[in-house]
């Protein structure tokens, strides 16, 4: 990794389809269990595909004290209210720790999928405001948002989830926002990680959240055929790894993790749980919708990770594959990494937790690499789940199935690629609290 100050993470928390928290994600993953569910959020009548992993309970409950304006907000932006009740999750955590940096030397990053207005949510009020046929869309827009000052109901600007925390918690260093789909809230660490190391700030608060069940959005996922329109449960439709795949199993989650690089870890006595080690940020641009069939671009990303984290691949304990369970996707990224590392992939555990949560798509880096970290405090690598038939490489590489591993977890690594060509990799090590700035 570049020159410049050691980055460590002090503390994150995520809003997944398999709980909220935690304690309560990683329950799921002991218990083995699928979000994949039938979609309760809106009418899949007449769609080829009916599923989806869904973040489900009241999260209302969890913001219940927030102002009414972002209430109303939240009630027709799935985006912004996991983010907010996951604000709420680590409110108190992170205003302790945040209080004592200066705003000027704290910021927030996120990664956000695009907007899709949710037409289901508001059917109801707008066909009972006016029986008029003239009475059009922009009307409905007009009647939502009266009265509502400078918060717009349902047209925000994209940074809106960023200017949120950045009010709640004065980090007015910066607030960005990143849009690079699959990538976008691994993208987000990455550059959090760069303005630590230069001392540009002190703290960054890196994350993201998305959401693509509602109706607009599954309609336009599906037309890119990458999603699964299997005819079994839901919880069944992803199949990472597996010579059966046939798409992906579309989902929604929200994370945060708070950076700090090692001055302010040492100045504020900051707890520290992992250190970022090595990123790979590369582009291939080979197709919109598609890896380049080489992997050229997946392989540079993951190489400039080692590289820059100064390790041997065989230090590598566990990789959480992007594995989306799509046929382009999971063939090409197992290939390039035994490829890359050859007869040192042979001790490398590999698997991927989308069959588990879903691609939760802006949101997939944040959820992965917050439970990559929830996995390796409990050295637990997740099975693969629904990986019967595994694809065939060229060399070794341990391909976990049927059980979830016991293993000592020391280095972790986690992979997101995108649409446009975008590859992502992040290196984690584990650190000792108390030891988080001695080598």
Same mark, same amino acid.
């Given at each position: 990794?570049?020159?410049?100050?050691?980055?460590?993470?002090?503390?994150?928390?995520?809003?997944?389809?398999?709980?909220?928290?935690?304690?309560?994600i990683m329950k799921s993953i002991h218990d083995n269990y699928s979000a994949g569910n039938t979609i309760t959020s809106f +009418?899949?009548?007449?769609?080829?595909?009916?599923?989806?992993?869904?973040?489900?309970?009241?999260?209302?409950?969890?913001?219940?004290?927030?102002?009414?304006?972002?209430?109303?907000?939240?009630?027709?932006?799935?985006?912004?209210? *996991?983010?907010?009740?996951?604000?709420?999750?680590?409110?108190?955590?992170?205003?302790?720790?945040?209080?004592? =940096?200066?705003?000027?030397?704290?910021?927030?990053?996120?990664?956000?999928?695009?907007?899709?207005?949710?037409?289901?949510?508001?059917?109801?009020?707008?066909?009972?405001?006016?029986?008029?046929?003239?009475? @059009?869309? =922009? @009307?409905?827009?007009?009647?939502? @948002?009266?009265?509502?000052?400078?918060?717009?109901?349902?047209?925000?600007?994209?940074?809106?989830?960023?200017?949120?925390?950045?009010?709640? *918690?004065?980090?007015?260093?910066?607030?960005?926002?990143?849009?690079?789909?699959?990538?976008? !809230?691994?993208?987000?660490? =990455?550059?959090?990680?760069?303005?630590?190391?230069?001392?540009?700030?002190?703290?960054?608060?890196?994350?993201?959240?998305?959401?693509?069940?509602?109706?607009?959005?599954?309609?336009?996922?599906?037309?890119?055929?990458?999603?699964?329109?299997? +005819?079994?449960?839901?919880?069944?439709?992803?199949?990472?790894?597996?010579?059966?795949?046939?798409?992906?199993?579309?989902?929604?989650?929200?994370?945060?993790?708070?950076?700090?690089?090692?001055?302010?870890?040492?100045?504020?006595?900051?707890?520290?749980?992992?250190?970022?080690?090595?990123?790979?940020?590369?582009?291939?641009?080979?197709?919109?919708?598609?890896?380049?069939?080489?992997?050229?671009?997946?392989?540079?990303?993951?190489?400039?990770?080692?590289?820059?984290?100064?390790? +041997?691949?065989?230090?590598?304990?566990?990789?959480?594959?992007?594995?989306?369970?799509?046929?382009?996707?999971?063939?090409?990224?197992?290939? +390039?990494?035994?490829?890359?590392?050859?007869?040192?992939?042979?001790?490398? !555990?590999?698997? !991927?937790?989308?069959?588990?949560?879903?691609?939760?798509?802006?949101?997939?880096?944040?959820?992965?690499?917050?439970?990559?970290?929830?996995?390796?405090?409990? @050295?637990?690598?997740? #099975?693969?789940?629904?990986?019967?038939?595994?694809?065939?490489?060229?060399?070794?590489?341990?391909?976990?199935?049927?059980?979830?591993?016991?293993?000592?977890?020391?280095?972790?690594?986690?992979?997101?690629?995108?649409?446009?060509?975008?590859?992502?990799?992040?290196?984690?090590?584990?650190?000792? #609290?108390?030891?988080? =700035?001695?080598?």
């Amino acid at each position: 990794m570049q020159k410049g100050q050691r980055v460590f993470i002090v503390d994150y928390d995520s809003c997944s389809p398999l709980g909220i928290g935690n304690e309560n994600i990683m329950k799921s993953i002991h218990d083995n269990y699928s979000a994949g569910n039938t979609i309760t959020s809106f +009418s899949t009548e007449g769609l080829g595909a009916t599923g989806a992993a869904e973040v489900r309970g009241d999260l209302a409950k969890i913001y219940a004290n927030e102002l009414p304006q972002i209430k109303k907000m939240a009630h027709y932006d799935k985006k912004l209210e *996991l983010m907010v009740a996951n604000y709420h999750l680590m409110k108190t955590r992170l205003e302790k720790m945040l209080m004592p =940096i200066p705003e000027e030397k704290k910021g927030v990053i996120l990664g956000l999928g695009l907007d899709v207005t949710p037409l289901e949510t508001i059917q109801a009020e707008f066909f009972a405001s006016s029986t008029n046929p003239a009475w @059009n869309y =922009i @009307n409905a827009i007009e009647k939502l @948002n009266y009265g509502q000052g400078r918060v717009n109901t349902l047209l925000n600007p994209l940074d809106i989830s960023a200017i949120y925390l950045a009010e709640k *918690l004065g980090l007015a260093a910066f607030q960005k926002t990143i849009l690079t789909a699959c990538t976008a !809230s691994t993208q987000a660490i =990455i550059y959090a990680t760069r303005a630590l190391q230069t001392g540009e700030v002190e703290a960054v608060l890196a994350g993201g959240t998305d959401s693509i069940i509602n109706l607009m959005a599954y309609l336009a996922f599906g037309k890119l055929g990458v999603m699964s329109t299997s +005819s079994e449960h839901p919880s069944k439709y992803c199949k990472p790894l597996d010579l059966a795949r046939r798409g992906t199993l579309i989902g929604e989650a929200a994370g945060l993790s708070l950076l700090a690089n090692e001055e302010a870890v040492s100045k504020y006595s900051l707890p520290t749980k992992f250190e970022i080690i090595g990123m790979g940020n590369t582009l291939d641009g080979y197709k919109i919708t598609a890896p380049d069939p080489k992997g050229l671009g997946m392989k540079a990303a993951i190489g400039n990770a080692v590289a820059s984290a100064q390790i +041997s691949a065989e230090q590598i304990d566990y990789i959480n594959l992007h594995g989306t369970g799509t046929l382009s996707n999971d063939e090409i990224e197992l290939q +390039s990494i035994v490829e890359l590392f050859e007869e040192k992939a042979a001790n490398i !555990s590999v698997s !991927s937790t989308k069959s588990r949560h879903g691609h939760a798509i802006a949101a997939a880096g944040i959820q992965e690499f917050n439970l990559l970290m929830s996995c390796m405090e409990e @050295n637990i690598v997740p #099975y693969n789940l629904n990986l019967e038939n595994p694809i065939s490489v060229t060399h070794p590489i341990d391909i976990v199935m049927h059980e979830n591993k016991k293993k000592n977890l020391n280095i972790g690594m986690t992979n997101n690629f995108a649409f446009g060509g975008v590859n992502s990799s992040i290196i984690i090590k584990k650190v000792s #609290y108390g030891s988080s =700035i001695t080598k």
